[in-house]
């Protein structure tokens, strides 16, 4: 058992560090405060490779691996969680199903510009009756010769209207359950897709949600991902990669909240002496680090197993990080708040930020219930 990040992860978490704190930490309150989902940054991480960590040379990626991934996402999420979503969802939601289940001419034609960051990747399964119920959606894609018609809609979108390449779920016949759900690679600008609402939120607000919608979209048939029917399978199983993304982002965020609060803790003076040296507050942290440090080990851990050839599931281990990873940055966050005392609460200070940012990480991919779901079943099957 080896605990420690090899030379190429570290490389990887210095590169994504250093690009945080040079490029994304002097306008990151700006985006929040403006709402603006700014597409040159992620070009930006695209140039650097950010984009294409897990996946091979030959598909236009680094080679690494998903550790380097998730190390990479924490990184930018302790300074800016809107991005490690936009980049989270690219990589573990549009990239790696095209990167599984993808013919050679899908990942030559998809994947490749993907990992190299020259496209934009979004994931299209939540629907405005089916989000936690997954399989209840009412898009439908109906074969028509070469193609398949797509007609519906789809809610939530991260990357929605800017993304270039989004892998989209629809019911092939919905007679079939499970079974009758599949995926296709539908590109922007195809006619008919267009957009609707886009998103107001609490928090993730520099990232983009937006409504997609399918009016007689014709899709190539040559663009179904994996075979008809094979949909709702290939849906969850990305779903088990993006969750390990969620618990990387989410490890980031109370990272990112519990560094703040270590500093002001050091020099916010009451009493005539650091508040730091005060028991309540130096408990607080303590018990913030320790959630830190247990909550890496599960994101590290189920990241780790995305990479074993041998390791058949990872559902587990990645419901597990998800969940305990985004209850952490929940309490983190709200500590950090806590330790600021009144200015926590101003927008002066980053901490109200993070705790805002942190609620979603609860919900989105799988609300923190269906980890119990996913956990309680696997113990119990
Ligand atoms: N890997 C492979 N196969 C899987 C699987 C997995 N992880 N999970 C389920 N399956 C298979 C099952 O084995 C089963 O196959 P068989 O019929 O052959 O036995 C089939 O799929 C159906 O499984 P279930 O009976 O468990 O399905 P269910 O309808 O009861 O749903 C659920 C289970 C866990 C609740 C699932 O619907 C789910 O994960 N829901 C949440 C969806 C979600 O996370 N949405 C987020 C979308 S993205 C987002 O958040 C937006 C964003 O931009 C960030």
């Known amino acids: 058992m080896d605990f420690k990040l090899n030379e190429m992860q570290l490389d990887i978490a210095n590169l994504a560090k250093d690009f945080a704190e040079k490029k994304l930490a002097p306008t990151v309150k700006d985006r929040d405060e403006n709402e603006v989902f700014d597409r040159a940054i992620v070009d930006e991480m695209g140039k650097l490779g950010l984009l294409g960590i897990p996946y091979e040379e030959e598909n236009g990626g680094v080679g690494a691996d998903f550790l380097s991934l998730a190390v990479a996402c924490e990184e930018v999420a302790k300074i800016d969680p809107s991005i490690a979503l936009s980049f989270e969802v690219h990589t573990m939601l549009c990239s790696w199903p095209i990167w599984k289940f993808g013919t050679p001419e899908q990942k030559k034609k998809y994947l ?148 703040e609060a270590v500093k002001y803790a050091k020099e916010r003076v009451q009493f005539g002496k650091p508040i730091a040296t005060k028991q309540a507050i130096a408990f607080m942290l303590a018990d913030m680090k320790l959630k830190i440090e247990t909550a890496r080990w599960a994101v590290y851990q189920a990241a780790w197993k995305m990479s074993q050839p041998d390791v058949k599931s990872y559902s587990m281990d990645a419901a597990i990080a998800k969940k305990y990873a985004s209850d952490v940055a929940m309490q983190v966050t709200t500590d950090a708040v806590q330790v600021f005392g009144g200015y926590g609460f101003t927008r002066e200070y980053p901490v109200e930020r993070y705790m805002r940012d942190a609620k979603i990480t609860q919900i989105y991919e799988g609300t923190n219930q269906v980890q119990q779901m996913i956990i309680s079943g696997a113990i119990l099957r």
């Open 112 to 259: 490749v510009p993907l990992a190299q960051g020259t496209s934009l990747g979004a994931f299209g399964l939540t629907e405005p009756n089916a989000g936690t119920d997954a399989l209840n959606g009412s898009t439908t894609a109906v074969k028509d010769g070469d193609y398949y018609v797509l007609n519906g809609a789809k809610v939530f979108n991260t990357n929605g209207g800017e993304a270039e390449v989004t892998v989209v779920f629809a019911a092939t016949d919905k007679s079939k359950g499970a079974k009758g759900m599949s995926a296709f690679i539908v590109e922007k600008g195809t006619p008919g897709f267009t957009y609707g609402k886009k998103e107001v939120k609490m928090g993730i607000r520099a990232s983009v949600q937006r409504e997609l919608v399918f009016q007689d979209v014709r899709v190539p048939a040559a663009n179904m991902l994996g075979k008809e029917g094979e949909g709702f399978k290939i849906a969850m199983m990305t779903l088990d990669g993006g969750r390990v993304g969620v618990g990387a982002q989410a490890l980031g965020i109370a990272e990112g909240a519990y560094n």
